[in-house]
């Protein structure tokens, strides 16, 4: 049964740097791909960036290109944030999935990813 736990979140100031890591476990497969997605309060969940494990292919939104970096090493994916404003105060979810025909991109919807983890809280002081 595939596993997702993610770690790393807290509270942090304005305009520092927050790292979350994302342990998949439970999966034989190593084409698989793992996304972080992000909700605040009132908002609708957004997609952040995704990545393929077997190949370290990544796609990111375009509003998390220049302050987010999605990266793995084994089954654990890490996102790095930096330059944190208040804006990205928000529970933070990693999800996994078999990757299939469809390419990196086009997986990289919330709604298609089947296994989340409980998700962590990232706080951002003014």
């Known amino acids: 049964q595939l596993r997702v736990v993610e770690s790393g979140g807290g509270l942090v100031r304005h305009g520092e740097s927050l790292t979350l890591s994302c342990t998949v476990s439970g999966i034989t497969s190593e084409k698989f791909a793992v996304g972080w997605f992000r909700q605040s309060p009132g908002k609708e969940r957004q997609d952040i960036a995704c990545i393929s494990v077997i190949d370290g292919a990544t796609f990111y939104r375009a509003a998390f290109k220049d302050r987010f970096i999605i990266s793995a090493a084994g089954r654990t994916i890490y996102l790095q944030m930096s330059d944190l404003k208040p804006d990205d105060t928000a529970h933070y979810s990693c999800?996994?999935?078999?990757?299939?025909?469809?390419?990196?991109?086009?997986?990289?919807?919330?709604?298609?990813?089947?296994?989340w983890g409980q998700g962590i809280q990232v706080t951002v002081s003014s």
């Open positions: 999800a996994a999935d078999i990757m299939g025909v469809s390419s990196l991109q086009s997986m990289c919807i919330y709604p298609l990813f089947t296994s």
